[in-house]
Structures are given as C-alpha cells and as structure tokens.
C-alpha cells in the first residue's frame, strides 16, 4: 500500500510537496481553506533566484549562498542555505519544464535581473507575476496526478490540532470541514505544514488576510520550537489604500525613483541619497524602511521624471495599482508611501530535511524558518517555497505512520475545544480580539523597537489571553476565526518575547534602546511552549532545530 | 447608502438582507463588506441581529479571483469595484453570488465544478513544456487566469451540468496546446461547439484576457490538424498502390 502525507496548504511550497510526493510513489493529500489560485503565492513579484551564470560573471552556488547568509545578518543556517543555494538551477529547469513562462532571454532561456543585496544578476522572473505564473505550472502538473488517482485536492478545510501518538509524534491531522461542518481527523503516514506566514496578526499587510499563523502556532503548543519571530521584513514602499497595504515594486526604485520627504518650506529632502549617495534609493529593504521610519515624516517615491511612456512600458503594474486603488496617476503625481508588514523570516524551526521538532511534521515555505536569517533577499522566498517542499516531500515519502491509539478522544476533545469556542447567546465577537490583537502587534513592535513598549505589549496580549480562556464567543460569526483568535494571540505574544529578548539590532530587528549589532547575539532565536510558558533562547547553529 | 445583500445560510433558502453604511472615498465593495463584518454588532436597517456575511477574500487587490460576485447587476471583483463609480440607483448598493454556481453560505459559492472541467478536458501536458518566443505575451497572459468564474456568469451558453465547459476553459487550453498538448478533442467538443463568440468573457474578464483571439488560434489549429489528418489518411490509402 503507498504511504499518504498530508499537505496543510496549497500555495507554492505545499504544491511543490505534493507534486514531489506523488512524483516519489506516494499519494498526496492536498487540504486548504481556499484552492491555490487563492493563496499569497500568486502575489509574489519579483522573481526567483538560481546562480545560472548566463552572462560567464562568474556566479556560483556558494556565492548566491554568500549573499543570502549576508543579507540575513549571518544568523541564517549556512548549510542549510547552500544546499538550497545548489539545487535553485535544478528547480528553475523543472519549473521551465512544467511550462512556467518566464521572461526570456535572446537564447529563449528565462532572463535573470539583478534585486538588492545580490553580487550578480541571478534572478529569473516572469513579467510582473512570478507567483503566479509559478502557481499556474505546478497546478496544471497537480492536476494529471490527481486524475491519475495519486493526489487528492480538498478545499474548505482548516487546520485545528495535529493528532500525535503517546510519545508526542505525529501521525495525522484534525481539521475543520467548514462545508459539513464537521471536526474530522485524518490519518497520515507524516503530516507537512505550508500555512504561510504570520500576516493575520497583524492586520492588514501587502499579503493575504488568510494567512493568519495558527497552524504554526498550534503545532508550537503541541511540541514545536519557533525561531526567529522577531525578524520580520517591512518593505518599504506600499501604498495606503482603504482596504490595505498594496505594494510598489522595488523595480520602481531599480528604474530610478527617488525617496523623498517634504520640509515645512516645501522644499524636497532626498533623504537616502543625502545619507548613502546617488544609489541610496536602491538600499535593502530593512535600510530604507528604518530610514523612512526615522524622518517621521511622509515619505513620497518620484517617478514622475520617467513620464507616461515608460512607466506603461516598464512599471505598468504601479501604474494600474496607483489609477485604480488610490486615484493618482503616478507619471504626474509622486507617490505617497509607507513601509509595511511584507515578509515573515521567522516561523517553525525545522532540520535541514524540513522536519520540526516533532517526528514526522514537517514545516515549508513561510510558516518555515530557516534559509533567510534577520532579513530576506528579494527573489529568495519563491525558491525557499519550492525547494523546502521538495526537500520535506522527499524525506517524508521515507517516513511510516505512527500509530494513534486514541484518535477519537483527541477529535472529540478537539470538538469539544472548537465548540466551546462559541455560544449562541454570545453576542462578543472574535473579530474584536483580532482587532485588538492587530492594534497591539502595530503599536507596539513597529520598525524601531523599545524594551518599554514591547513590555507594555506582551502585557496587553495577557490580558487578552486572559479574555479568550474566560469567555464564548458570538457563534454565528467565523466560528473558525473564535477557535483561532487565541493561537494568534500567543503567536503575537511569543514575536514580542523573541524582540523582547534579542537585545541588539540585527538585520530587520532594530532595538531603539540596543541600536548596535552585538556579536553574543549572532544566533537564531528559539520559543519553546511548556505549561502555558514560552521561553526564548539563543542557539548559534540552526541545525540544532 | 444601503447595502442590500441576497443572503443564504447553508441548506436555507435565499433572502434579502439591507444594511445602512457610511462609504469612504476610493473605497471598494471588498472593504464594505469587511467594515461590516469587522464592527462589533452587526445589525440590519431594522435594527434586527445579523450573521457575519460570508463571502470569500483573500488578496483584496485583483491578483486571486476569490471575491466575485454580482455588484448593482454586474459581475465583478468586489476588490475591484467602486461605489463611487457606479450608477447606483436610490442610493443602494445591490450585491449578489454569482448565479451559475451553488451556493455554500452568502456570497460565497462553490467553483469546484471549474476545476472538475479543466481535470475532464485533461488539460496537462505529458511531455516538457515547448517554449515559444512568439507566443510569449499571449502564454504569459493565459496563465494569469484567476478561475474567478466570472466569464462563466456572462457566458450565454454556459449551464452547469451541459457538455459546454465554456470560456474559462479557453486559457488553459490555450496555453496547454502552444506549448505541447497534442489532443484538442476537448476543446472541440466541451468549447468551440458550444461557443457563440458573444465576446461576453472578454469583456468581463478582470485580466483583459483575448479569450476570442485564443479561441480563433484554437479553432484554426484545430481544422489545420483535422485537414492533415484527413491529407495523411488519403496518402496512407493511396500508397498501396
């Protein structure tokens, strides 16, 4: 009989592990809220990174390894990077395979551009959708295995709890059938997590409201370690919309635009250039996003100067996106912008086989901490989905099920824990804590961090925790998102213990009260949960998942 | 402004439901129905409780498709319609599921019989993706199809439970074929047979997709490759002579 691995999440990194699993003479189980074409992958720009070495430059691997363990502070796993570093050629040629329409090259190869912080050109990309075109491939590659009987794709189930047997390994999941509405539990021989980031806590950011952290944040109160919650990435150009935060590609800096604020004369400051010289517009995303922060004024990108033809020609997307969300036409107009929430580096920690600390669950792409250290390398998150769902698939393949003596009694207290979420004489909905909660992650853990606030944080976050344990709420809303709402709320609480406790600034972590990079802190922050505790360490290697 | 939402709990039967609602500038119907979901009580206009609306959301910026439906008569992306831009009539902004597909809850309706058609016109290819310079923007723009279903929902021809896959078909099946599918049995038979060329799903299409220019590329291979087959099977007849 073939062995069955479940796949929470169908975006990029959990397609990338069901194609390979099925690819690897196992059947997939594919379980999601909502279908790929939904997921935050679609959203991904820019690109994605293999050192090819088209041009003869002189790229390598090990260079392009370099340069993410260097944009990642150094905290990132450098064996763990350089594996993924060597096999990114191999993934881009599978993806050309599968029919992904890259930008091209005169030699009909996919082109590849220079992004920040990288020595060599080595980005492929696919016009202005990257994600999307990537979804596109492997979702048509998904679809002959599924109708080969290998793959089966469910949507409209959420994730609840994992089933673990007596000596806390995992053997299956427990799920929430929304269209049945039913707590079902499912049976696997290992379970692979690709829930995405952490974005839900805090509101409204460039992703997708769907990916709220709870799944991680459920597997960490059944026995997984979280690492590196603080390093979260701002990207510094969004625009504010009514709804959220939409973002303005960095190709809108890479063709020349310039950051500047307003003095009360009315006279332009062109602050990064002022402090880093003519290329200071073209900084990492962590830079510009703490310098933009500290003029504490409104900063505004000027592409006015390139005029109406090119914009359309080369920046087509920031135009469409500025007409029609904030009624500004940006080849008259200069843009108003702000950073944003972009980018999670921090999540479940994981071997360099994916596997977390808890035999046979697996961790991928977001929800995933591992290649990016204190801060992400444009283009490396594409790679980092694709190749850790094809690392966990093909190690998870090997695994054999755990046997789960009591599968009922933990469904039927995970039922039971669900439905005492709500009650239909509560008129308190959950979204209030979710506001709460989004208001708290903002206020308090912005791009520049202070002990005091992020004390005064985690305070708040107990008092609301307090709240959830104590009261039900309203069951004719979400009741997923009232089952949820206390998983993000100690997500929140355990990101502002791991920036509580790094007491330096490093990479996307900046301490106003520890403005220096302190050497003792050259590690990667650990959470670990036991009898309603989290505590936080610091391990040098992050092998040591 | 009244917001008056056709509402469906699971298993129920359809009815009408208003609210009153402040707009703000440049705001989209994505971000009423969250304002409304998001406050604390929600209470229709005759001061009567009311459920959370369900409706499905992900990326709030036209990139996903999750968030179609009917907006004042128009099928539309909620995250890409403004009230300010349309001719609303006695101040009420009307929205609706789309109605080619059961619904589950609200506004939200089940698509799966879109990922059922694509599976039975086996749309996938067997063999490594043919790579073509020429066809490169019209590949590129197929593959951004968003499976909203919109073109499904102005399609003329399109019932579900019919032969006739209609238009969301016509991407895929595009892009399948430049780029090696050999069988177009499908496309004939589940598509062009049934396809009136109204143009309806094009000009519905939130990614501007050319499903008519795919359609005729389609087409025409489609009668090439029959009039070949026919050439190649007289030659095979005649040569024992």
């Known amino acids: 009989m073939k062995k069955k691995i479940l796949i929470i999440g169908c975006g990029l990194s959990g397609l990338s592990a069901a194609v390979t699993v099925c690819e690897n003479g196992a059947c997939a189980l594919l379980v999601s809220p909502y279908t790929s074409e939904r997921a935050q992958s679609v959203m991904a720009a820019g690109g994605m990174n293999a050192a090819l070495d088209r041009q003869g430059l002189g790229d390598t691997p090990k260079i392009h390894c370099e340069d993410t363990m260097k944009g990642g502070a150094e905290i990132a796993d450098p064996e763990a990077v350089l594996a993924m570093c060597e096999a990114a050629p191999e993934i881009t040629l599978w993806m050309e395979r599968l029919g992904t329409v890259f930008s091209l090259g005169e030699d009909g190869r996919p082109r590849q551009r220079i992004m920040a912080g990288h020595t060599y050109p080595r ?14 491939a492997l979702v048509r590659r998904a679809r002959v295995l599924e109708a080969d009987g290998v793959l089966e794709r469910r949507t409209n189930h959420y994730f609840l709890k994992l089933l673990l047997d ?52 459920v597997a960490f109160t059944q026995g997984a370690r979280l690492k590196n919650l603080e390093m979260i990435q701002y990207h510094p150009t969004t625009i504010e919309t009514p709804s959220k935060r939409m973002l303005i590609t960095e190709a809108a800096r890479g063709e020349g635009g310039r950051l500047y604020y307003l003095e009360e004369s009315g006279k332009r400051v062109y602050f990064m250039e002022d402090k880093y010289g003519e290329k200071g517009n073209l900084k990492p995303r962590d830079v510009v996003s703490k310098e933009m922060y500290l003029t504490g004024k409104q900063v505004y990108l000027d592409i006015t100067f390139l005029g109406e033809k090119k914009i359309e020609e080369r920046l087509s997307e920031v135009s469409k996106l500025c007409k029609t969300y904030i009624h500004l036409d940006p080849s008259k107009e200069p843009i108003p912008v702000v950073p ?16 977390t600390t808890i035999p046979n669950l697996y961790a991928v792409g977001e929800c995933a901490s591992i290649y990016h250290g204190a801060n992400r390398l444009g283009g490396n998150s594409l790679l980092a989905a694709l190749y850790s769902g094809r690392v966990a698939a093909k190690d998870a393949v090997k695994r054999s099920g755990f046997a789960v003596e009591d599968e009922d009694r ?32 903002n206020g308090k853990f912005g791009i520049v961090r202070n002990g005091q606030d992020l004390e005064s944080g985690i305070e708040d976050l107990d008092f609301f925790l307090q709240i959830c344990r104590k009261i039900k709420f309203d069951a004719l809303i979400d009741p997923y998102r009232n089952y949820a709402i206390k998983y993000m709320l100690l997500m929140g609480k355990a990101i502002l213990l791991s920036a509580q406790a790094r007491q330096e600034s490093r990479g996307a972590h900046n301490r106003a009260d520890y403005p220096e990079t302190d050497p003792a802190f050259c590690a990667a922050s650990y959470c670990t949960y036991a009898d309603g505790e989290i505590r936080v360490s610091f391990e040098k290697d992050g092998d040591h998942a | 402004m009244k917001i008056r939402i056709k509402r469906q709990r699971p298993d129920g039967q359809p009815y009408w439901q208003e609210f009153l609602y402040q707009p703000v500038a440049h705001e989209n119907v994505a971000q009423v129905l969250d304002t409304l979901n998001y406050r604390d009580d929600l209470y229709d206009i005759e001061g009567k409780k009311a459920p959370h609306i369900a409706w499905e959301c992900s990326c709030q910026q036209k990139q996903c498709g999750a968030c179609a439906m009917v907006i004042c008569g128009n099928p539309s992306l909620a995250c890409a319609t403004f009230p300010e831009e349309l001719p609303i009539k006695n101040d009420t902004l009307i929205v609706e599921p789309l109605s080619k597909f059961p619904v589950i809850e609200d506004l939200r309706v089940d698509r799966s019989i879109l990922y059922e058609n694509l599976k039975a016109s086996e749309l996938w290819l067997t063999d490594p993706a043919r790579v073509d310079s020429d066809r490169y923007a019209t590949n590129y723009d197929a593959a951004k199809c968003l499976k909203c279903g919109l073109c499904l929902e102005v399609c003329p021809n399109y019932l579900k439970g019919t032969t006739f ?35 309806a799903c094009q000009k519905v299409c939130p990614m501007q997709m050319d499903t008519l220019g795919m359609f005729a590329t389609l087409s025409g291979r489609h009668v090439l490759s029959k009039k070949i087959h026919k050439a190649d099977a007289g030659k095979e007849a005649e040569s024992p002579l």
Not at chain 1, 340 to 355: D, P, T, Y
Not at chain 1, 418 to 429: A, E, M, T
Not at chain 2, 169 to 197: R, W
């Open chain 2, 165 to 199: 896959f209609g238009p969301a078909m016509i991407p895929e099946t595009y892009l399948s074929v430049m780029q090696g599918k050999k069988d177009g049995l499908h496309f004939h038979k589940n598509v062009a047979a049934g396809c009136s060329k109204s143009g």
């Open chain 1, 166 to 217: 007596a000596k806390g390994r995992c053997g299956g999941a427990i799920l929430w059938d929304e269209l049945n509405k039913e707590v079902i539990s499912l049976r696997a021989d290992a379970v692979i997590l690709a829930s995405g980031g952490q974005n839900l806590i805090f509101g409204k950011t460039t992703g997708t409201i769907s990916c709220d952290g709870t799944a991680a944040a």
């Open chain 1, 410 to 441: 933990q469904r039927d207290a995970c039922r039971e824990e669900f439905d005492g979420c709500h009650s239909k004489d509560s008129h308190f909905p959950s979204m209030y804590l979710l506001n709460n909660l989004s208001e708290i992650m």
């Open chain 1, 123 to 136: 980005t492929v990309f696919a016009g202005a959708s990257t994600g999307k075109q990537l979804v596109t």
């Open chain 1, 340 to 355: 944003c929430i972009h980018f999670f580096m921090g999540g479940l920690a994981v071997s360099h086989n994916h596997e």
